[in-house]
């Protein structure tokens, strides 16, 4: 879109104006386009950046779903508990932060993976 003009200073940009009364005067239409435009990009701006936050604390604890998943599998395989390739994606598709909390209570102390989902039925 290009650089925007400068506007006057005393004009608000938290709040829409209405369109001149007069919108045949050419002057303070483009005042008020110049305005407009401003205060969509600042908008635009704002929500870009609020998008992003959110998506990023949505990743954020996706990913630290998915890592606490594989350090499950991981203290199973230093214990030498065998895992199927079933029981595994079942662990790893958890997302139900309370149940991993439950696994984790569990997963030092079982002796078998399905001693460990069996806990939570």
Partial sequence: ???LPDIKEDVDLNELPPPPDDI???EAFDTWMMVVKRFVHIRGDEREAQGRSEGYTIGKGEGE????TRSLLKILEHRNIEV???EAKQILACRDTNILKRYWDKVFVIKSVKELLEYLN
């Fill in 84 to 86: 199927s390739d079933d």
């Fill in 65 to 68: 779903v998915i890592g606490e």
């Fill in 1 to 3: 879109m290009g650089e």
């Fill in 24 to 26: 045949s005067d050419k």
